[in-house]
């Protein structure tokens, strides 16, 4: 069974001038082994048309650390 849970974490902007950083944790386990796998995340325009969220990186091990 694949278990995948996820964590928003909001971080205030240091200052005015610099606004809030999310961060989005998501661990994906085979029972408790860790496991890397693709996730296709995507969010609504106002047309409510699928878009892709980009821009994510890995802190596994894996070929390409960008998809």
Do not use: E, H, Q
């Not at 849970?5 to 950083?21: C, E, F, M, N, R």
């Amino acid at each position: 069974m694949l278990t995948v849970a996820t964590k928003l974490t909001i971080s205030p902007g240091t200052s005015t001038d610099v606004p809030p950083v999310a961060t989005l944790d998501i661990i994906a386990c085979d029972g408790t082994t860790p496991v890397i796998t693709d996730l296709w995340l995507y969010s609504l325009d106002t047309a409510g048309n699928a878009m892709p969220l980009t821009g994510f990186t890995s802190t596994a091990a894996r070929k390409n650390p960008d998809l």
